[in-house]
Nanobody, 126 residues
Framework: QVQLAESGGGLVQAGASLTLSCAASGRIFSNYPMAWFRQAPGKEREFVAA????????RYADSVKGRFTISRDNTKSTVSMQMSSLKPEDTAVYYC???????????????????WGHGTQVTVSS
């Protein structure tokens, strides 16, 4: 079973940068497409970014494209998301997730993902 643990969240001012990390347990990390979702208070869980199992393909929500960058290091069993030019609208709990199967393209559908971390809070003040 894959276990995921997010870290790197915090309180920052608008325009600042943060890097979120997701550490995965086990030695089959490279076989899992990965993604980040977020959920703001009173909102539905929202797709943020996804990456293929080998890191060759990425997909971003329009709201973060150009500001966020997802990457993975399979040798260290980690997935990261660099966030820059943060806005108050980015405030949410950010979740790392992994899928059991591969996709034709990185998926933005939460139902395609099986394993979820507990989330890390990102708060961006104006």
């Amino acid at each position: 079973q894959v276990q995921l643990a997010e870290s790197g969240g915090g309180l920052v001012q608008a325009g600042a940068s943060l890097t979120l990390s997701c550490a995965a347990s086990g030695r089959i990390f490279s076989n899992y497409p990965m993604a980040w979702f977020r959920q703001a208070p009173g909102k539905e869980r929202e797709f943020v970014a996804a990456i293929s199992l080998n890191g060759g393909s990425t997909r971003y929500a329009d709201s973060v494209k150009g500001r966020f960058t997802i990457s993975r290091d399979n040798t260290k069993s980690t997935v990261s998301m660099q966030m820059s030019s943060l806005k108050p609208e980015d405030t949410a709990v950010y979740y790392c997730t992994a899928a059991k199967v591969d996709f034709l393209r990185p998926s933005n559908d939460p139902s395609d993902y099986t394993y979820w971390g507990h989330g890390t809070q990102v708060t961006v003040s104006s």
